[in-house]
């Protein structure tokens, strides 16, 4: 690799079954990777999970493993698939819509992010740096959990705007298409937290009750799957017939920082953090029953 794509944190003991991923926590973009973006060092930033590796940075101390992206999703999203690509973002690529695949050729607010479309050559480096690297590690993770525990936990970990539109925005596992912003839909304020299960089938009951609950306890909103099911992380590992149990957990950005400014609000910024914690210790009480 020509630079750290990505950090893992080991548990202290005593270790838990729970595996701790962020995903789009990144902001980096390697040289060679620069001149084929276009997007704004503000679009970086705000279509990033700004904060969340710092929300649960408690977690291996409460002996989970963390695997933490420093790489920006603009390079390579590794929430989705390999082959969640089309012609528009890689040259000889099928036929499709997929603006905000694997690769991002379109921003959030619908801005042009790609120079042009990869060529085979460019996008094949970036899987190879980059994106799979990553899921490697991560199934390293899911396979030693369950080597020394009968299970693994993963706690897939991700932010989102406070607000959306009233028709879901994120693309379902079998990547479809999201609404286009503003397509006939009225804004609206999202739930504090998303669980998202794949309309719990990605995890046991028992996990997914757990962020639940405790989200509940804290007098936090809660809606599940909507708008966000869950990504390729839910879908490719999420197997509870195997014992590998996926949840997605989606926080408002409006819980810890301003959507505005993109910086942290500290005193709303340590109380989720400390839920962030508290939810890691519980799922881990959880797996451990």
């Not at 799979?132 to 390293?140: F, I, N, T």
């Not at 962020?211 to 490719?236: I, K, N, S, W």
């Not at 957990?249 to 962030?276: G, K, Q, S």
Request: hydrophobic share 40%; with cysteine.
């Amino acid at each position: 690799m020509s630079f750290e794509s990505f950090i893992v944190s080991d548990p202290r003991e005593p270790e838990t079954p729970v595996i701790v991923e962020i995903p789009h926590a990144g902001l980096l973009i390697p040289p060679h990777v620069s001149p084929e973006i276009l997007a704004s060092a503000r679009a970086i930033g705000r279509d990033a999970d700004l904060y969340v590796d710092d929300l649960y940075a408690d977690a291996h101390v409460l002996g989970a493993s963390m695997i933490v992206a420093r790489a920006s999703r603009y390079v390579v999203d590794l929430n989705r698939a390999e082959s969640d690509i089309d012609g528009q973002s890689v040259a000889g690529g099928p036929d499709g819509h997929a603006p905000r695949g694997v690769i991002w050729r379109v921003t959030t607010e619908g801005d042009r992010s790609l120079a042009a479309p990869l060529r085979r050559e460019a996008f094949e480096r970036r899987l190879q740096e980059t994106y799979r690297p990553y899921h490697a590690k991560l199934g390293e993770l899911i396979v030693e959990k369950k080597r020394r525990f009968g299970l693994a936990v993963v706690l897939a970990a991700h932010s989102m705007p406070g607000e959306g539109s009233s028709t879901p925005n994120d693309r379902p596992p079998s990547g479809g298409v999201p609404a286009p912003k503003g397509a006939g839909a009225r804004a609206s304020r999202r739930a504090d937290v998303v669980p998202g299960s794949l309309g719990r089938t990605s995890s046991h009951p028992r996990f997914i009750d757990v962020v639940d609950a405790h989200a509940r306890e804290a007098g936090l909103t809660v809606m599940h799957d909507d708008p966000y099911r869950g990504g390729f992380t839910t879908q490719h590992y999420g197997r509870p017939e195997a014992d590998v149990h996926v949840v997605q957990v989606e926080l408002a950005r409006r819980l810890y920082m301003d959507e505005v400014t993109l910086h942290p609000r500290p005193a709303l910024f340590d109380r989720t953090r400390a839920w962030c914690g508290e939810l890691v210790a519980k799922l881990g009480r959880a797996a451990l029953i």
